[in-house]
């Protein structure tokens, strides 16, 4: 089935909700899910390089702090398609082709049996605005990348890979983000495989690019071929050809607007970077100086970090400022960005009222 493609913003919140307008210039809904579950295929094959257990998740102490893995029911959903069925599995395939000496297609039943790894990686929408909530942390399952194209041999002029979804949309990234990163062609999210709504049978997940030019959901082919004679979906439409992801940090609470008693507060949030794990956060309240907050546990250099910090509020009118720093001592930027045309910056705020 090719249904009709159409703008929509399914599953966010309503920050994601209005950056989703903007993305898409066009009201956001809420889609049909696939119709096809994927559980009646059975579970996934052993992961032949799992990851250790993750370790205990500090929000479940620290109250309002994002959890360390997103759950795929409240992983956010930025889609340009309406209605999806996911594939028959019978008859899927992933075609590997374009631009390569040794062109494959491979079956859902082939895929899963080449060697599954898992791969903590935290992934991002372009149209996330600075605090918004289109970002989210996940396990992914899948097969790499890198070992797939270089079987199918590309050619040396090729540039660009470019997935396409079984309805024909499509993002292209370069060939050379290929560097050794955990790139995949995903299967599974967090345990389990891949729902529907996140891409069954397969999707792609490039950690440190933005997911408009990356992450394919609903794989049906790979091609590899060149930016001067291909361009994704979004990039036709303004959006700047690589989209790597910005560093970023949001307070997860408390919420733009609380009003609270004064006393000892728990400030907490989250932090990421492209692929340079986060080292440091720091908050400063009103004009007071930074203060160092704690940070969360540090599963891969492609995740995002818990951090939270203990803070006395005296009665009044409070503004809290949050900002990152990677593991090369490089600080989030300060300078406030748009969404268009390649991702916000700037240093999320939050401003409170504390009464006696």
């Known amino acids: 089935m090719t249904p009709r493609r159409t703008f929509l913003a399914g599953l966010v919140s309503a920050v994601g909700i209005v950056a989703s307008w903007k993305f898409f210039g066009s009201k956001a809904s809420t889609s049909a899910l696939p119709s096809s579950s994927p559980q009646v295929f059975g579970p996934l094959p052993p992961i032949s390089s799992p990851l250790p257990a993750l370790p205990t998740d500090p929000s479940e102490t620290v109250s309002g702090l994002s959890k360390l893995v997103t759950p795929a029911a409240d992983f956010f959903r930025i889609d340009t398609a309406l209605g999806i069925d996911s594939p028959e599995i019978s008859n899927w395939s992933l075609e590997i082709s ?50 797939l194209i270089a079987e199918a041999k590309p050619h040396a ?5 470019m997935g396409w979804s079984v309805d024909d949309f499509s993002a292209g990234f370069p060939i050379t983000a290929l560097d050794g990163r955990d790139a995949l062609v995903a299967v599974g999210m967090n345990g389990d495989v891949l729902p529907p709504e996140h891409g069954f049978p397969a999707r792609l997940v490039v950690p440190g690019l933005f997911g408009y030019v990356s992450a394919t959901k609903w794989l049906s082919k790979i091609e590899l071929t060149r930016f001067d004679t291909k361009q994704g979906y979004w990039i036709s439409r303004g959006w700047s050809q ?23 507060m728990t400030v907490a949030g989250v932090a990421w970077a492209p692929r340079s794990r986060i080292s440091r956060v720091e908050i400063k309240v009103d004009s007071d100086g930074w203060k160092s907050a704690t940070l969360g546990p540090d599963l891969a250099q492609t995740t995002w970090r818990q951090w939270w910090i203990d803070t006395p509020l005296p009665v009044g009118l409070h503004t809290i400022v949050v900002r990152a720093y990677d593991e090369t001592g490089a600080m989030q930027t300060e300078q406030v960005r748009d969404i268009e045309p390649d991702g916000a910056t700037g240093w999320h705020s939050v401003v409170i009222t504390v009464d006696a």
Do not use: F, H
Not at 142 to 147: C, K, P, S, T
Not at 157 to 161: E, K
């Open 157 to 161: 002029d090729a540039d660009q890979i």
């Open 98 to 147: 374009g631009m390569v000496d040794n062109p494959m297609t491979l079956t859902y039943r082939d895929l899963i049996n080449r060697g599954l790894i898992e791969v903590d990686a935290t992934i991002a929408c372009v149209s996330n605005v600075v605090g918004g909530t289109l970002v989210g942390n996940a396990r992914w399952i899948g097969v790499r990348l890198d070992e």
């Open 242 to 264: 690589e989209g790597p992801m910005k560093m970023g940090s949001r307070i997860d609470t408390p919420n733009q607007g609380t009003t609270t008693k004064a006393g000892v």
